[in-house]
């Protein structure tokens, strides 16, 4: 149901990681696992330490954008840092979600630092049943 376009994405999203903290023009990659389960589609983001207020979903067209930021978690002035390994800053995934994904009726929630995005089956790509007619009033021609 999902389709990729960079076989470097991976590599990139780790080095930016890695060096850079994430900003809005230029936001680090969020971890994410994606599966099919019955007739809906499941993405799950993980985005430990931010709040439901600072997550932005979009979907335009085909195109399903996740933005978070993480703040730090002491924000006064008489406080020093001593040590600070979390990443903090703007985490981005973009996924290219497949027509067969019904994008109206997306559900999302939040619970122990994951982002879940439920996306239904569209109803045109379940498989269905064709009935065949009976038509049992046949008519002949006579001369």
Do not use: C
């Not at 023009?25 to 709040?51: H, Q, T």
């Not at 497949?98 to 439920?118: K, S, W």
């Amino acid at each position: 149901m999902l389709m990729r376009t960079d076989p470097f994405r991976e590599l990139d999203r780790l080095t930016q990681q890695l060096l850079t903290p994430g900003t809005w023009s230029r936001p680090s990659a969020m971890p994410m696992d994606a599966y099919r389960k019955g007739d809906e589609y499941v993405v799950a983001f993980d985005l430990p330490g931010v709040s439901t207020d600072a997550i932005d979903i979009d979907v335009e067209r085909n195109m399903l954008t996740v933005k978070a930021e993480r703040r730090p978690a002491v924000d006064a002035d008489d406080v020093q840092v001593e040590l600070s390994e979390r990443p903090l800053g703007v985490f981005s995934r973009q996924i290219t979600l497949a027509d067969t994904l019904d994008t109206e009726h997306i559900a999302a929630d939040y619970d122990a630092g994951v982002l879940t995005l439920r996306i239904p089956i569209a109803e045109r790509a379940k498989p269905r049943k064709v009935t065949i007619e009976n038509r049992g009033d046949r008519k002949e021609i006579s001369s």
